[in-house]
């Protein structure tokens, strides 16, 4: 799984990287169409992260949740959500009083208003695992699957159309545009498909096909362009047109992943501080706004110039501050998993993971 959390991560940064590129390079130009296609197909990120929260879940704990999980995980999930969501509200507030600051932090925390909403989804995930695990354990994934992404498909179509408006009050607005991105119908499908991905992996592997997953992922891509031109969509995650897409790209990552031999370091390197990333990339990437570009730079090379950096410094962050005892609670524990040096039969090296 290490290929599927560096490319997750990787693809949420770039992502971010090209939006603020497009405020910071405003003028249309040759380059914004560029980045528009590269920026879209970038947008299967998030959903990664949520098929793997719920793979790797599904793979060590079966049907229930070890005594001690959620404790565990408030300290090295909710108090870095926390903490960040602190820095962002310093970051972004414009008017500072003590109401405004409680307000804006309030909002963060339980709206999911900042760009690090995902942990709200990911403790979610873990409730519904450790109530509905042994029901689906039990139930059938060519029922339970469908189901998931029809129900996932329509609460998006809802939103994404608007196909009612909102009441008239500032919540309701809010959660009609951005904030149905939080409760977890939203990534159902998702959750699901990381379930039994998990319990049948290696059937699953034996049955995935390149030709199938590249035309269903194009397909779906030339989708969303033309939802994009016919609905205006927002450019986000969340869309219903998302789905088949996500989900297309995720399995070709495994597909790819189990067909290279030995996963460099340096993919190793991003999966272990992609919690650190995730946490700490909107940081870097709104503070490179307020540094002059050169002269010479445009959309394409400004945006790739700040992923890098941001990369960088988010990596560089999450080691000074896991020297310390309470860095890993500030902005998240580094992962320690390694490749292992074990060799099987045929001399092929095995993952620890």
Known sequence: MFWLRCIGCLAVTLGHAFYSGYIVFYENTLYHSATYVLYMMMLFGMPVFVFLSEFLL??????????????KRVKILLLPFLFMNVVYVILYLEIWTIQNFTISLLENVFLGKSSVYFILIIFQFYLLHKFFSKYLDVMSPKLIIPTAFL??????????????EPPNNNFASYFWHIGYRVPFVGWLFYFVLGYYS?????????????????????????????????FQLQY????LDMLLYAGSMIFLIIYFSNRIRNVPKVVVMISNYSFNIYLLNVLFITLFRYIEPPPFFNLLTYSFAVFLLTIFFSILTGYLFNRFKLGPYLVGRVMPFKVESRVGKKGIKKLAM
């Not at 599904?58 to 404790?71: I, Q």
């Not at 290696?202 to 779906?220: E, G, Q, R, T």
């Not at 986000?236 to 869309?239: G, L």
């Open 151 to 164: 129900i996932n498909f329509v609460y998006l179509a809802f939103f994404n159309f608007n196909l009612l």
């Open 198 to 230: 998990a319990k049948s992996y290696h059937k699953i592997l034996s049955k995935l096909s390149f030709k199938w997953l590249a035309v269903i992922a194009f397909c779906s891509f030339i989708v969303i362009f033309i939802n994009n031109s016919t």
């Open 236 to 239: 986000i995650s969340q869309r």
């Open 58 to 71: 599904a793979n060590k704990y079966s049907n229930t949740l070890p005594k001690g999980f959620m404790k």
